[in-house]
């Protein structure tokens, strides 16, 4: 929820070209009701949902316009939009599942004029899959080695691990918040968005009893597949747990929060059987600009390095982006996205759905 990250990908004839990307910052009024549909969505009125997903789907529409327009490209060349949109409610151990990502594609296919394939999660669900992550198609797209295993860490909002191993397989799932609440209780304490660099955390120190507390999330210990989302580690499932202290320490409160994000990660890869532990971790994300995580991650996983994605010819920034243009590459080829091992659906499902523009393919 922190901007429309937008990428040109050209995809021949080899490995995806990044043409121009751009972050465009959302305006005050969408900021202002993404952030209340975030603290509360069970209790999000239905008629502010629907204008926020119009006011959305044009936003969408502008962002992709303007970084086509960077490129210095025609749109009339641009085959299709992929848009994720902005997830509302990620539920997939509901009955009934659902999951819910807004920004209206038939608005944006009528502002560019470009055929938009979105709604790539309900597929997978409907499928019995949890519809998340699906970072992990991409990342074996362009990252597995055959001569060793890796595992990627996407450090967003949440952390996503993929598992890729020499003789293919492929394997992932969310680990919890990566900077989901650490933005958030910087932002209480803070002007601005970010700790920059992690200087904040860096100056407060761990406190293991309540960092025990934090760990006890029952999320942490459930086996793969399993996906979440900050309307799950929300500002409200902090408050629930801060201890008496917080005010008196906020820094220390920082430090524990990013220390979860690294136990959770490196929890999670200390339970892989032997065979499947990597050689090596590449992180990409937001996250991968704190310094003090990325050292702090680095010095726990220690002796297996960790690189960041940058070091393969993969911007950090870019990755996210990339993926639904690459989905949508995928469902205009018609070719199933097989998720069975990262988020347990019973097959392979085509994500995406169809929404045609002026440019009439279909």
């Known amino acids: 929820m922190d901007g429309i990250d937008a990428v040109l990908a050209d995809f021949e004839p080899a490995s995806p070209r990044v043409l121009s990307a751009q972050t465009i910052a959302f305006d005050d009024v969408i900021e202002a009701e993404l952030a209340s549909a975030r603290n509360d969505p069970h209790q999000f009125p239905a008629g502010r949902l629907v204008r926020l997903d119009a006011q959305l789907g044009d936003a969408f529409g502008q962002a992709a316009l303007s970084v086509i327009e960077e ?6 060349t641009v085959l299709a939009i992929g848009s994720h949109g902005q997830t509302i409610l ?3 151990d509901h009955v009934p599942p659902g999951t819910l990502q807004i920004g209206d594609p ?3 296919a009528a502002c560019t004029g470009v055929l938009t394939v979105a709604d790539f999660r309900r597929a997978d669900l409907a499928a019995g899959g949890q519809g998340a992550p699906l970072a992990p198609l991409l990342h074996q797209a362009l990252l597995a080695n055959p001569d060793e295993n890796r595992a990627v860490v996407n450090l967003g909002g949440i952390a996503n691990l993929t598992l890729l191993t020499t003789d293919g397989g492929i394997s992932g799932f969310d680990t919890g918040p990566a900077n989901c609440l650490l933005d958030d209780w910087y932002r209480r304490h803070h002007h601005g968005r970010f700790d920059n660099s992690g200087a904040w955390a860096a100056c407060g120190q761990v406190d293991e009893a309540w960092l025990g507390t934090l760990l006890n999330d029952d999320y942490f210990s459930r086996p793969a597949p399993k996906s979440t989302g900050i309307e799950t580690f929300s500002p409200g499932w902090l408050d629930r747990r801060l201890p008496a202290w917080a005010p008196e320490r906020p820094a220390d409160i920082q430090a524990t929060l990013m220390a979860a994000t690294v136990e959770t ?5 200390e339970r892989l059987p032997a065979g499947q532990r990597p050689a090596l971790v590449i992180a990409c994300g937001g996250g991968v600009h704190n310094r003090t995580l990325m050292d702090r991650l680095g010095h726990r996983l220690a002796p297996t390095p960790v690189k960041d994605s940058a070091d393969f010819g993969l911007n950090p920034d870019h990755i996210e982006a990339l993926l639904f243009a690459w989905l949508a590459r995928e469902r205009l080829a018609n070719r199933p ?3 069975r091992l990262i988020t347990g659906a019973s097959r392979p499902v085509l994500a995406g759905s169809l929404f045609p523009g002026a440019n009439g393919l279909v």
């Open 71 to 76: 490129a210095g490209v025609s749109k009339e």
């Open 90 to 92: 990620h539920d997939p």
């Open 106 to 108: 038939h608005r944006i």
């Open 265 to 269: 990660l490196a929890q999670a890869i």
């Open 337 to 339: 996205v097989d998720t």
